[in-house]
Nanobody, 127 residues
Framework: QVQLVESGGGLVQAGGSLRLSCAASGRTFSSCNMGWFRQAPGKERDFVATITRSGAITSYADSVKGRFTISRDNAKNTVYLQMNSLKPEDTAVYYC????????????????????WGQGTQVTVSS
C-alpha cells in the first residue's frame, strides 16, 4: 500500500503557474504508474496526465497539452505537475494516484484503473 499526499495548490491569476507535488510513502512508489486527475464541482473526475514507473512515457489530456508537464523523482518518491498558462477552466481539486504495475506499458487514463489516491489539493484560477 502507498500513501499519497498532494501539495502546492492555491489561488493564481489566469496566465500564472503552479507546481503541484505528490509525495508517496512506502517502498512501492517505483512500482507505480502515476496519474494526475482533477474534479471540478458537479463534474466527474477527469484525467490530466500520467507518467510511467520508469518516467519514460507520459501522456496528457488534450486540454492541458503544451501547458502542463508531469515528472517524477523516484529517489524522492515524488511526482510533480508543472502547470503553466493557467486558465479559469483549470479550477478544480487535483488528485494524484498510483496504479501498481510491473510494466510501463500498462499506463491508463481511467480513474478506475488506479489503486491508491491522495486527498487532493485545490487549484483556483481567477480571471
Amino acid at each position: 500500500q502507498v500513501q499519497l499526499v498532494e501539495s502546492g495548490g492555491g489561488l493564481v491569476q489566469a496566465g500564472g503557474s503552479l507546481r503541484l507535488s505528490c509525495a508517496a510513502s512506502g517502498r512501492t512508489f517505483s512500482s507505480c504508474n502515476m496519474g494526475w486527475f482533477r474534479q471540478a464541482p458537479g463534474k466527474e473526475r477527469d484525467f490530466v496526465a500520467t507518467i510511467t514507473r520508469s518516467g519514460a512515457i507520459t501522456s496528457y489530456a488534450d486540454s492541458v497539452k503544451g501547458r502542463f508537464t508531469i515528472s517524477r523523482d523516484n529517489a524522492k518518491n515524488t511526482v510533480y505537475l508543472q502547470m503553466n498558462s493557467l486558465k479559469p477552466e483549470d479550477t478544480a481539486v487535483y488528485y494524484c494516484a498510483c496504479r501498481r504495475t510491473l510494466y510501463d506499458h500498462t499506463w491508463s487514463t481511467k480513474p478506475n484503473d488506479y489503486d491508491n489516491w491522495g486527498q487532493g489539493t485545490q487549484v483556483t484560477v481567477s480571471s
